[in-house]
């Protein structure tokens, strides 16, 4: 039997976001239900909204979730009733060429939960990222639950279904830092500060954090940097070449996804260093670099989707780290909201005053 619950949706390209009854359908045999217990607000939900991401409306917003499961379907062997769980967008397949090839980080063909969310007259909902998750019950797929110690709090646990894991995963699984290494962040929103993060617990030595905005770059010296940059007022390429020993750092992070901060991301790294770029650029974004450049410098230069994770090795890992207290993931939850706040929420993303804003059900 369908249930009805609670659930913010965006309806149309810019307009605010709505809390409304949606309809929740049994589990197909693969799917579960979840109880959401936390949310996060992240920048790719206001995208959504904004019809940045396609023009699939109506939305179910929300995918930075932690919950307990409720209910399974008939074939589903992966978790069970009761299992704390935080949701993930990348419950890889097995099958496809990335899959057979031995790459699920690059899955090309990831699960989904088999039935849709609709409203109560019917019209079905796009969940966000596949998930839909600012909602007191959601459908999923059996592998986007990825079990982790029920001893974490939901609001923390939850932040790793994305921008957490997005920017620690830049550092650690896409850009490889190691021991020693010089990594700079261009951005340090949610996703450049868990960069930081991630370099430092990979073992950086020098981590520089670059922004436009001081209060970032104090939020991200408290999680890290050994260093700090206010592009506004200093030539970041020049400054982290500066403090590399003049050639520029060995890992270089675009946590914002500009051609200007991309381009100071390839110019600041060290010859045969590595650019990742984890912010999402926009579709009319140029970038024009002289290609001797490209080849003259050598290294790579890579994207990061999903920080390249694979929710079920990395999940429960970094929730033991963090209960170890060596990951301090709490640190991210600015502030706990209701439900009905997501829009003030996005409010306070754009004026640059949160980490992470997360709702608590
Ligand atoms: N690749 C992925 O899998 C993935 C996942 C989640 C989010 N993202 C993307 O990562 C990006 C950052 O997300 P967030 O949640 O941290 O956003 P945010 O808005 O919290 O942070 C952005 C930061 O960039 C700074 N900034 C803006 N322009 C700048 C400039 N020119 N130079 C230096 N700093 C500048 C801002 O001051 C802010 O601190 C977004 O584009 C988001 O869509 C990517
Ligand atoms: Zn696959
Ligand atoms: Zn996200």
């Not at 605010?16 to 197909?28: A, K, M, Q, Y």
């Not at 990348?90 to 989904?112: D, I, L, M, S, W």
């Not at 929710?311 to 963090?322: G, I, K, Q, Y």
């Amino acid at each position: 039997m369908s249930q009805t619950v609670r659930g913010v949706i965006a309806r149309g390209k810019g307009e605010e976001v709505e809390l409304v009854d949606v309809v929740v359908p049994d589990p197909g045999p693969n799917d579960v239900i979840v109880r959401v217990q936390a949310c996060g607000v992240c920048h790719t939900d206001l995208a959504y909204r904004d019809g940045g991401i396609n023009d699939e409306y109506p939305f179910l917003l929300g995918h930075e979730a932690a919950g307990i499961v409720e209910t399974v379907g008939e074939h589903v062997t992966h978790v069970a009733e009761g299992d704390f769980v935080v949701l993930n967008w990348r419950a890889v397949c097995g099958e496809c060429r990335a899959c057979k090839r031995g790459e699920p980080q690059y899955c090309f063909a990831t699960h989904n939960a088999s039935k849709k969310m609709t409203l109560t007259d019917g019209t079905e909902l796009s969940p966000a990222l596949g998930i839909g998750a600012f909602i007191d019950k959601t459908l999923v797929h059996e592998g986007q639950c990825t079990k982790v110690d029920p001893s974490a709090d939901p609001a923390v646990a939850g932040l790793l279904g994305c921008g957490v894991m997005a920017g620690l995963g830049a550092a650690v699984n896409t850009g490889g830092v190691k021991r020693g290494q010089s990594v700079a962040v261009i951005g340090c929103g949610g996703v450049g500060v868990a960069a930081v993060v991630g370099a430092r617990l990979a073992g950086a030595s020098t981590i520089i954090a670059v922004d436009i905005d001081d209060t970032k770059l104090e939020w991200a010296k408290d999680f890290g940097a050994t260093h700090t940059v206010n592009s506004r007022e200093t030539d970041p390429v020049e400054a982290i070449q500066g403090l590399t020993g003049g050639f520029g750092a060995d890992v270089v992070i675009d946590a914002v996804g500009r051609p200007e901060t991309y381009e100071q991301a390839f110019y600041a790294r060290d010859l045969a260093g590595t650019v990742v770029l984890v912010g999402v650029p926009t579709p009319e974004m140029k970038l024009e670099l002289p290609l001797l450049d490209f080849f003259g410098r050598g290294g790579s230069l890579k994207s990061s989707w999903y920080g390249d994770c694979l929710p079920e090795r990395d999940f429960p890992m970094l929730v033991d780290l963090h209960l170890q207290g060596r990951l301090p993931l709490e640190k991210f939850v600015s502030e706990r909201i209701g439900i009905d706040a997501v829009e003030a929420a996005f409010g306070a993303m754009k004026a640059g005053s949160v980490l992470r804003s997360v709702v608590t059900l």
